[in-house]
């Protein structure tokens, strides 16, 4: 399956990633992928731009170097409310938001209970479209509960190549269980890269491999189709 999209990447704006904004889409341009989303961290992960990064992508182009270009927010959860570090001004004017917990934002435990109620309240969230690397061992959760909410909203569950790779090592059999459960209730999945250089853009070969192996149907993989994923978007309410 050729795959054409990655939702998930940074630029050095995160500052602890490597690559312009320019480097990026090069890249992506480079490794045929026809759209792109630029994703640097809310606001209160160590490092990350101030929010007023995120209100001014309008001086962006909408394409580079022929890649379709998404602008957003890895926004983080900061709570187990759902509550995330983007006003939610902001979150509508995101093409794309991903929610996500980070161990700088959030003290890593060992309580499912209370990791899976922060992922199921920020999934109320309208304006949120990914749950990022959800597999991650330092913050476990009850994953069917997880996958169950995606379905009722319509939200993307992410399958994190870097947390095969290179983050959150031993996230694999978490990622596992989790596209087994997608897998089992027809929730639709995305493939991201997650990354922090440019050369690993578009790449998911660990998540591939692991995909395989599991039989996952490619209809449930959204990577595969542009308009499959802006269509997504736009019931979301995304106007492209």
């Not at 990026?24 to 992960?45: I, P, V, Y």
């Amino acid at each position: 399956m050729k795959c054409l999209l990655d939702m998930h990447t940074h630029t050095i704006t995160s500052g602890h990633a490597y690559s312009t904004l320019l480097e990026n889409a090069k890249c992506a341009s480079e490794k045929g992928l026809q759209l792109l989303g630029t994703t640097d961290h809310g606001s209160s992960m160590p490092g990350a731009p101030h929010e007023w990064y995120f209100g001014n992508f309008k001086v962006l182009p909408k394409e580079l170097f022929g890649v379709t270009m998404l602008y957003g927010c890895e926004a983080n959860i900061i709570d187990y409310e759902g509550n995330l570090d983007l006003p939610i001004s902001l979150q509508e004017q995101m093409d794309i938001l991903i929610a996500s917990i980070h161990e700088p934002v959030m003290e890593a435990n060992e309580n499912a209970d209370l990791n899976t109620s922060a992922f199921l309240k920020v999934m109320d969230n309208p304006n949120v479209h990914i749950i990022g690397h959800s597999g991650n061992p330092k913050f476990p959760i009850h994953a069917e509960e997880l996958v169950k909410k995606a379905k009722e909203k319509n939200i993307l569950i992410e399958i994190n190549n870097s947390s095969f790779v290179s983050s959150r090592i031993g996230s694999e059999k978490n990622c596992t269980k989790i596209a087994r459960l997608c897998k089992e209730h027809g929730v639709k999945i995305i493939l991201n890269s997650d990354s922090h250089f440019c050369l690993n853009i578009g790449n998911f070969d660990a998540a591939l491999s692991m995909l395989k192996q599991i039989d996952m149907p490619e209809e449930l993989i959204i990577n595969r189709s542009k308009e499959e994923f802006l269509d997504f978007l736009r019931v979301k309410g995304k106007n492209f």
